[in-house]
């Protein structure tokens, strides 16, 4: 029996929407295509972030202009501030979850010294390594809302989104949503 | 019209400084006294120089928790906190004010930024959801405190107006 185009075609069309089912991706997409942001981030669209060099407490030179390509999270934080202790395990789990080298995790510690960075990491049995602003005063340039503050910085050097507050970078949303970030610029 | 919400303050405690709470249907705000022992451990933890420390200490601090439980934009400026005792205004030191003074003494960089990361913003957009705090300074009293802020909705500022009160604000002492 010779089966009509018009129904082969559309039986097609079915088998390949069945096939494609969900992805991660679309769980983190809005109807309009665009990132689902989840709660906490806003957008932050201000334009190009300010460049700064900073060293890290084993002594690297780091510069932020040198992270073109790669999606950067960048975070403030100081010993002293609850919410930045509570964080960091969670951003811990982010670096662990997030094996991509178009992502970059960026600490910035503000205006404390590097015998308080070290004990306060060492404490918490994190392996993330901080920058340290020694004087406050990259910290001053970028004015985050309070501490801890995290922008995300595209690959293309602009802040495009800012979270408040100490936020649970662990979890599935977070994570999706960063994944998703990357995947958009590949 | 200026329209004075009703404030539920919650009294949290029963000692003679007490922290509280004044919330709104759009806000809640928490105040913390904080004793002249708390603050010198803190900064003296910190590497602050002595004479900021002695400086600090025969102030008034109060830990200032801010959460915004409202669906829009609430705007908070400390220039619309209007602060008195027995009736006779009280100044609040701008952090332009204690920068100065910081710089007079020639107090090092870092721990400047740290004591202005530790004062609550002079002006804040809170976001829904939004807590954010930090310490207000002012000078020490003996006598309740009273405070009238005033907080504006809406991306814009232009939105409605949200006034909270309360004379139930003490400066915390040591312990004798």
């Known amino acids: 029996m010779k089966i009509p185009a018009k129904v082969f075609r559309l039986f097609i069309l079915t088998l390949m929407l069945c096939m494609a089912g969900p992805s991660s991706a679309d769980e983190t997409v809005d109807t309009t295509g665009n990132e689902k942001v989840p709660f906490g981030i806003r957008d932050y669209d201000i334009g190009l972030a300010h460049n700064f060099t900073l060293h890290d407490v084993d002594g690297e030179k780091f510069e932020l202009e040198k992270t073109r390509g790669r999606w950067v999270f960048l975070h403030f934080w100081a010993s002293w501030c609850g919410p930045c202790r509570e964080e960091m395990p969670a951003i811990q789990k982010l670096s662990d979850e997030i094996k991509s080298d178009k992502f970059q995790i960026v600490m910035i510690n503000t205006a404390e010294d590097e015998d308080t960075i070290f004990e306060f990491l060492a404490a918490l049995n994190v392996e993330l390594s901080s920058l340290m602003d020694i004087d406050g005063m990259v910290t001053e340039v970028w004015k985050p809302r309070g501490l801890p503050t995290t922008f995300l910085i595209s690959p293309k050097g602009e802040i495009r989104y800012q979270a408040i507050g100490g936020r649970d970078w662990g979890k599935t949303e977070y994570i999706d949503f960063v994944e998703h970030l990357i995947k958009s610029t590949d | 019209m200026l329209n004075i919400l009703p404030i539920l303050v919650v009294v949290a405690s029963t000692h003679t400084v007490l922290p509280i709470t004044v919330k709104t249907p759009e806000l809640e705000i928490n105040f913390m006294p904080r004793t002249p022992n708390q603050l010198g451990s803190f900064y003296e933890a910190r590497g602050f120089p002595k004479a900021m420390r002695d400086l ?100 814009n500022r232009q939105g409605k107006k949200i006034t909270i009160q309360t004379d139930k604000l003490y400066c915390a002492e040591d312990p004798q």
């Open chain 2, 56 to 155: 600090l200490s025969k102030q008034c601090f109060i830990t200032v928790g801010i959460l915004n439980t409202s669906k829009e934009k609430i705007w908070h400026d400390l220039s619309n906190w209007q602060f008195s005792v027995a009736g006779k205004p009280i100044k609040r030191e701008h952090r332009d004010y204690w920068k100065k003074r910081w710089q007079d003494m020639a107090v090092p960089l870092s721990k400047q930024s740290t004591f202005r990361w530790t004062l609550i913003p002079e002006t804040l957009d809170y976001l829904p959801d939004e807590h954010e705090g930090g310490n207000i300074i002012l000078p020490f009293t003996d006598q309740p405190i009273s405070l009238t802020a005033t907080f504006l909705k809406g991306d």
